[in-house]
């Protein structure tokens, strides 16, 4: 549970109609499973100790006791297990009525009764709501059965587990909702017979991811299965965890465990992110204590958090993102009165989208690509592939092609401030990165247009770029894409257009198979000399750190422990660790070149403008961060 991962398991028990001693041996082994799998908070389904089919059978006095007998056998046989479980039987109030409810118990004690509020008209023959407070008497122990109950981990505050039955998640006002909001549940247990017919698995699986993104919860739903009577219908075993609107698991027709580990730590996160907070208005809370321990990770970490991992997933996204820098773009020009949109095209994979971009904008406000000026601007590291690659984009979009060696003028400018050609420092490579962004700027003057940007999130992020010189612009279409979805976004493109323009897309696959590399150093023998993850480390690394160091707001040692899950066939530890300390040094110490950074268009949801996106003073310290990463092996 550190870190606040807490393994969690719908269940869903082989039962038999009405056998509740036979029940309670299936429920009490399942959990005694579960225990061995490590998992902390179990859901099983509606009614399982007695079957949900059991119909005119509720009535009976034999099979109300048989329920309550069996509920005490399973809270006997698990006593020792430190795993809180919610499990469902039907119970007898002083008031007469009979309810169906679900039954949490922890270490051999009953914690709490929540009884279902929603009653479909198929169980209002033997059921009543719940809705309200009733009493029973267990075990020689009044209880209270009452809808409005959560339940706290003392020992992880941020575990506070809310239980609904049922179609309690079908209503209007579900009663989640309620828990979340007045009680600050951040894991709700669903307890369920829900019957399978052609269609219910894609609506329910909507209602608990949907469920699970509106209340940002996770969302743990254990639906009966086999066992259940099938004279009418048939129960499927159907079970679900979500957390947040994101399916971690999912099983149909069987029995046993479905197991996966929900954060609620991130869930608490996005609650304050979001300024959503309970309101500990009129519901009752119940504290138990679970033991902290290390959570074995199961769950599907994406190595790269900016890229869908599904091929249809990941077309739509692009398409999408490229449809919204466009639509920036196009606006910008509008409103400028803009003649022409003025491109630095080195070759790489950063101006390439740039100029995509520009070209989309351009046709969306049909308008001629040759009011593009694409600028090409050779000096001491171009080699003649990336030079020939952006005249050959340029040319393919329709662009107008302007070459201008600066090599002359940034040799002048060195004679003149007394820079050695011979010192290879950082002067050397900043003062031809100005000179870049000079001559953008100026020819952007001369045709009346504006510079667009080519700089990406990453980049920002790890300050990888020259303090005025292309870090500036009139307008930066790449602001908030990382790397990595640079390099699908243009991948998109090219896959896209094989078919209409081949020789588009064979120069597209060139720049992707082109080293990331600034080009300001020399090359050797005519190849890049200079490869940006060689000196700044991995993308696929700074973009899974930047995900979740600023997305989620992880600490230093939970996001190296998701990397390592993640990434850790590609990478060893150490190197991991390197990177990330180098990924939080630069970090801090870069945030004064995003503090004036220009205007550009959110595509996702991490962004680093100083407009509101991140906010956070240029001087700030990192020792806290820094400290925490010294600890980690």
């Given at each position: 549970?550190?870190d606040?991962?807490?393994?969690?398991?719908?269940?869903t028990?082989?039962?038999?109609?009405?056998?509740?001693?036979?029940?309670?041996?299936?429920v009490?082994?399942?959990?005694?499973?579960?225990?061995?799998?490590?998992?902390?908070?179990l859901c099983?389904?509606?009614?399982?100790?007695?079957?949900?089919?059991?119909?005119?059978?509720?009535?009976?006095?034999?099979?109300?006791?048989?329920?309550?007998?069996a509920?005490?056998t399973?809270?006997?046989?698990?006593k020792?297990?430190?795993?809180v479980?919610?499990?469902?039987?039907?119970?007898?109030?002083?008031?007469?009525?009979?309810?169906?409810?679900?039954?949490?118990?922890?270490?051999?004690?009953?914690?709490?009764l929540?009884?279902?509020?929603?009653v479909?008209?198929?169980?209002?023959?033997?059921?009543v709501?719940?809705?309200?407070?009733?009493?029973?008497?267990l075990?020689?122990?009044?209880?209270?059965?009452?809808?409005?109950?959560?339940?706290?981990?003392?020992?992880?505050?941020?575990?506070?587990?809310?239980?609904?039955?049922?179609?309690?998640?079908?209503?209007?006002?579900?009663?989640?909702?309620?828990?979340?909001?007045?009680?600050?549940?951040?894991l709700?247990?669903?307890?369920?017979?829900?019957a399978?017919?052609?269609?219910?698995?894609?609506?329910?699986?909507?209602?608990?991811?949907?469920?699970?993104?509106?209340?940002?919860?996770?969302?743990?739903?254990?639906?009966?299965?086999?066992?259940?009577?099938?004279?009418?219908?048939?129960f499927?075993?159907?079970?679900?965890?979500?957390?947040?609107?994101?399916?971690?698991?999912?099983?149909?027709?069987?029995?046993?465990l479905?197991?996966s580990?929900?954060?609620v730590?991130?869930?608490?996160?996005?609650?304050?992110?979001?300024?959503?907070?309970a309101?500990?208005?009129?519901v009752?809370r119940?504290?138990?204590?679970?033991?902290?321990?290390?959570?074995?990770l199961?769950?599907h970490i994406?190595?790269?958090?900016?890229?869908?991992?599904?091929?249809?997933?990941?077309?739509?996204?692009?398409?999408?993102i490229?449809?919204?820098?466009?639509?920036?773009l196009?606006?910008?020009?509008?409103?400028?009165?803009?003649?022409?949109?003025?491109?630095?095209?080195?070759?790489?994979?950063?101006?390439?989208?740039?100029?995509?971009?520009?070209?989309?904008?351009?046709?969306?406000?049909?308008?001629?690509a040759?009011?593009?000026?694409?600028v090409?601007?050779?000096?001491?590291?171009?080699?003649?592939?990336?030079?020939?690659?952006a005249?050959?984009?340029?040319?393919?979009?329709?662009?107008?092609?302007m070459?201008?060696?600066?090599?002359?003028?940034?040799?002048?400018?060195?004679?003149?401030?007394g820079?050695?050609?011979?010192d290879?420092?950082?002067?050397?490579?900043?003062?031809?990165?100005r000179?870049?962004?000079?001559?953008?700027?100026?020819i952007?003057n001369?045709?009346?247009?504006?510079?667009?940007?080519?700089?990406?999130?990453?980049?920002?992020?790890?300050?990888?770029a020259?303090?005025?010189g292309?870090?500036?612009?009139?307008?930066?279409?790449?602001?908030?894409?990382?790397?990595?979805?640079?390099?699908?976004?243009?991948?998109?493109?090219?896959?896209?257009?094989?078919?209409?323009?081949?020789?588009?897309?064979?120069?597209l696959e060139d720049?992707?198979?082109?080293?990331v590399?600034?080009?300001?150093?020399?090359?050797?023998e005519?190849?890049?000399?200079?490869?940006?993850?060689?000196?700044?480390?991995p993308?696929?690394?700074?973009?899974?750190?930047?995900?979740?160091?600023?997305?989620?707001?992880f600490?230093?040692?939970?996001?190296?422990?998701?990397?390592?899950?993640?990434?850790?066939?590609?990478?060893?530890?150490?190197?991991?660790?390197?990177?990330?300390?180098?990924?939080?040094?630069?970090f801090?110490?870069?945030?004064?070149?995003?503090?004036?950074?220009?205007?550009?268009?959110?595509?996702?949801?991490v962004?680093?403008?100083?407009?509101?996106?991140?906010?956070?003073?240029?001087?700030?310290?990192?020792?806290?961060w820094?400290?925490?990463?010294?600890?980690?092996?």
């Amino acid at each position: 549970m550190k870190d606040g991962f807490v393994k969690v398991a719908a269940g869903t028990p082989k039962i038999r109609v009405a056998d509740c001693r036979y029940n309670a041996e299936q429920v009490f082994t399942l959990m005694r499973e579960a225990a061995k799998q490590g998992v902390r908070v179990l859901c099983l389904p509606e009614l399982c100790l007695t079957g949900a089919t059991c119909g005119d059978l509720f009535l009976h006095d034999t099979l109300l006791r048989g329920a309550q007998e069996a509920l005490a056998t399973v809270m006997e046989a698990t006593k020792n297990l430190d795993m809180v479980c919610a499990v469902g039987l039907p119970v007898r109030c002083a008031d007469g009525a009979v309810y169906n409810c679900g039954a949490v118990i922890h270490k051999g004690k009953l914690l709490g009764l929540v009884p279902k509020t929603c009653v479909p008209q198929s169980q209002s023959r033997w059921f009543v709501s719940g809705a309200g407070v009733r009493q029973v008497t267990l075990f020689g122990t009044a209880f209270a059965v009452r809808p409005d109950r959560v339940f706290v981990c003392s020992s992880l505050p941020e575990l506070i587990i809310g239980v609904e039955l049922g179609e309690d998640l079908w209503a209007a006002q579900p009663a989640a909702a309620g828990l979340v909001k007045d009680g600050g549940a951040t894991l709700m247990l669903n307890l369920s017979a829900n019957a399978e017919v052609v269609g219910t698995a894609a609506y329910r699986r909507g209602l608990v991811t949907g469920q699970s993104a509106r209340l940002v919860c996770a969302y743990v739903y254990a639906n009966a299965g086999e066992g259940e009577s099938t004279t009418d219908l048939v129960f499927a075993g159907h079970d679900l965890i979500a957390e947040n609107g994101v399916l971690l698991a999912e099983r149909r027709f069987a029995t046993g465990l479905l197991i996966s580990e929900v954060d609620v730590s991130r869930l608490m996160f996005e609650r304050r992110r979001i300024g959503q907070t309970a309101q500990d208005a009129g519901v009752e809370r119940t504290d138990f204590d679970l033991a902290l321990s290390d959570t074995v990770l199961s769950r599907h970490i994406n190595p790269m958090p900016f890229v869908p991992e599904d091929a249809g997933d990941r077309a739509a996204r692009c398409n999408e993102i490229l449809c919204i820098a466009a639509l920036g773009l196009k606006k910008r020009l509008e409103h400028t009165g803009a003649r022409t949109a003025v491109v630095g095209l080195s070759g790489g994979l950063d101006s390439t989208l740039a100029i995509l971009v520009t070209a989309l904008a351009m046709k969306m406000l049909g308008r001629p690509a040759q009011d593009i000026i694409a600028v090409t601007m050779p000096c001491f590291g171009t080699t003649d592939r990336t030079r020939d690659n952006a005249v050959e984009l340029a040319g393919r979009l329709g662009a107008t092609l302007m070459r201008i060696d600066i090599g002359e003028a940034v040799k002048q400018h060195f004679k003149d401030i007394g820079q050695s050609m011979d010192d290879h420092s950082v002067t050397f490579e900043n003062g031809q990165a100005r000179e870049r962004t000079q001559v953008l700027m100026d020819i952007a003057n001369q045709t009346g247009g504006m510079v667009v940007g080519t700089g990406d999130l990453s980049e920002l992020a790890l300050g990888w770029a020259t303090y005025n010189g292309d870090h500036m612009s009139m307008y930066g279409v790449n602001a908030s894409i990382p790397k990595t979805l640079v390099r699908h976004l243009v991948s998109f493109v090219a896959g896209d257009k094989a078919q209409e323009d081949s020789r588009l897309s064979a120069v597209l696959e060139d720049i992707l198979d082109t080293p990331v590399s600034p080009e300001l150093l020399p090359a050797i023998e005519g190849k890049i000399s200079q490869k940006t993850e060689d000196l700044v480390g991995p993308y696929e690394l700074h973009d899974f750190f930047l995900y979740y160091a600023l997305r989620w707001a992880f600490p230093p040692a939970k996001v190296y422990r998701l990397a390592r899950h993640a990434l850790g066939r590609q990478y060893d530890s150490q190197t991991i660790l390197k990177w990330l300390k180098n990924f939080y040094r630069r970090f801090f110490a870069q945030q004064f070149k995003r503090s004036c950074l220009p205007d550009g268009p959110k595509v996702g949801s991490v962004s680093l403008s100083p407009r509101g996106d991140w906010t956070m003073p240029s001087d700030a310290c990192a020792a806290l961060w820094m400290e925490e990463l010294e600890t980690l092996r």
